[in-house]
């Protein structure tokens, strides 16, 4: 159900928004419907003990909210690496070894099913089929011995050990990039933040009305300030559900950039 709420950038806000309105609404009901809580209209709650639940459901938020922006650092970052590490081996000098054509081919192809098949087919929470098999290929002819140049073996068809480096270090980190994209892209499966998270907010919403057991008025105006702003910071979390997903998702624009490059010199 979350995965397709969340096709839609606002998406989220939708369960977030009928949460709040049942927790407020069903902590006002409890309050004012059960008769243990009559005598908090001659004896209310001590304000220091309202204010607890609520400070730990905001000390909640805090840390998901930490957590949510720190995957979106590491997916800018993972973005990053992935980007550059490809441009160093399209840019790599050209010593007319077809071994080097047979990479550009393949980065192509990685390109096109990361873009066709992971960023618009599940935003990166699957895994093509196609990268594994691409990455095998690019370690077969970057790691083959006449690849790189040596003492015994030196022609126009081979690189300098230099430059042969360069394709090592670069191919494993646009593996460890692609990887660590698909591990940021998977939701999480646990939901156990979220309960306690809201759990809060429910523990916090009852001890706001109980304050005000005495006046209705005042306990629906506490309570609507309260839910309000219980809405708002969560709502700010779940539109950052995912780092690919929301109005502030990450787009793979330089990734879309290398390929047009590419067809703009190849003309295919």
């Not at 204010?51 to 730990?56: D, G, T």
């Not at 441009?87 to 077809?98: G, R, S």
């Not at 550009?104 to 066709?116: M, T």
Request: hydrophobic share 45%.
């Amino acid at each position: 159900m979350m995965d397709i709420i969340t096709q839609y950038s606002y998406g989220p806000i939708l369960p977030v928004t009928i949460l709040i309105i049942l927790i407020g609404v069903l902590a006002y009901q409890i309050i004012f419907s059960f008769s243990i809580f009559a005598p908090l209209s001659n004896q209310p709650i001590s304000g220091p003990f309202v204010s607890l639940p609520a400070i730990a459901f905001f000390f909640m938020v805090g840390f998901i909210s930490l957590h949510q922006f720190s995957r979106q650092e590491d997916a800018k970052q993972a973005l990053s690496i992935e980007v550059s590490s490809i441009e160093n081996m399209l840019n790599a000098p050209d010593v007319n070894n077809a071994k080097q054509q047979e990479i550009k081919v393949l980065l192509k192809e990685y390109l096109r099913a990361s873009l066709d098949e992971e960023w618009t087919g599940s935003r990166n929470r699957v895994a093509s089929s196609q990268i594994n098999p691409i990455i095998q290929k690019l370690m077969g002819i970057i790691y083959a011995p006449d690849f790189v140049c040596t003492q015994n073996h030196r022609d126009n068809h081979c690189v300098s050990p230099l430059l042969g480096k360069s394709y090592v270090d670069n191919l494993l980190a646009l593996s460890n990039a692609h990887n660590k994209r698909i591990q940021l892209g998977q939701l999480d499966s646990s939901p156990i933040r979220w309960y306690i998270c809201f759990g809060l907010a429910f523990v916090a919403a009852l001890t706001t009305t109980a304050i005000h057991r005495a006046n209705k008025i005042s306990a629906i105006v506490s309570l609507t300030l309260f839910m309000m702003a219980a809405w708002l910071t969560v709502a700010m979390i779940t539109l950052n559900y995912s780092p690919y997903g929301g109005p502030n998702s990450i787009q793979p624009t330089p990734l879309l950039n290398i390929e047009k490059s590419i067809i703009g010199v190849t003309g295919k």
